[in-house]
Nanobody, 113 residues
């Protein structure tokens, strides 16, 4: 089973940017990939998803601010987060679809002044 490890989380101020990365232990070339988040007291929600062919979809709350990308040669998935808001504070999880889906353990993002 492919293992996923997220990195890049941290504490930032409102308006700043952060880039999350997800390193897969195997190929993700033919799989859909996504970033989810779980905000305090909320259920896990989809933030951004990318199909194997490159088509993307975003939650309304992050459209125009967050961008998902993938580097198949490096087995990585990235999430560029711009103009961060306090309500973006959450644990962010990487996900990989396929016959057997995979989840990372999450990385904490805190947006606070």
């Amino acid at each position: 089973q492919v293992q996923l490890v997220e990195s890049g989380g941290g504490l930032v101020q409102p308006g700043e940017s952060l880039r999350l990365s997800c390193q897969a232990s195997g190929s993700i070339r033919f799989d859909p990939v996504a970033w989810y988040r779980q905000r305090p007291g909320k259920q896990r929600e989809l933030v951004a998803i990318m199909a194997s062919g490159g088509a993307t979809n975003y939650a309304d709350s992050v459209k125009g601010r967050f961008y998902i990308s993938r580097e198949n040669a490096k087995n990585t998935v990235n999430l560029q987060m711009n103009s961060l808001k306090p309500e973006d504070t959450a644990v962010y999880y990487c996900w990989r679809g396929g016959p057997v889906e995979s989840w990372g353990h999450g990385t904490q993002v805190t947006v606070s002044s």
